[in-house]
C-alpha cells in the first residue's frame, strides 16, 4: 500500500503459492492498518516467479481513507503488528 504521495507505508510478507491451475485466490488478513495516511492509497498486489528478482503488479486498487474526530473512549483497542510498516 502506498499514501497518496507515493510512498510505501505498508505491505505484507511473501507468500509461496504454487499454480495447479490457471486460478488462485490468496487471502491475507490485516489486523492493523496504517489510518494515519488519508487521501487515496493504491492498494498494489505483484508476484514473481520462482526466483526472480523483479516484481510485476498483477492488481491495483484505489483505497480512499477518510479522517473523522473522535472522543478519546471512542477508540478500538491496539492490536499486535503483523505488517512491516514504513513511516517516515
Known sequence: MKSPDGRL????APQKVRFD???VNVLHHF?????W???ICPVIAQYRKGDDQAW?????FPLLIEHE????????????NNVVWHKE
Do not use: L, W, Y
Not at 507505508?9 to 505484507?12: H, K, L, P, T, Y
Not at 510485476?56 to 491495483?60: I, V
Open 37 to 39: 495516511a488519508h487521501g
Open 69 to 80: 474526530i473522535q472522543t478519546q473512549t471512542q477508540r478500538p483497542p491496539t492490536e499486535k
Open 9 to 12: 507505508i505498508m505491505e505484507a
Open 21 to 23: 491451475t490457471r486460478m
Open 56 to 60: 510485476s503488479d498483477a492488481a491495483s
Open 31 to 35: 489486523k492493523n492498518f496504517p489510518v
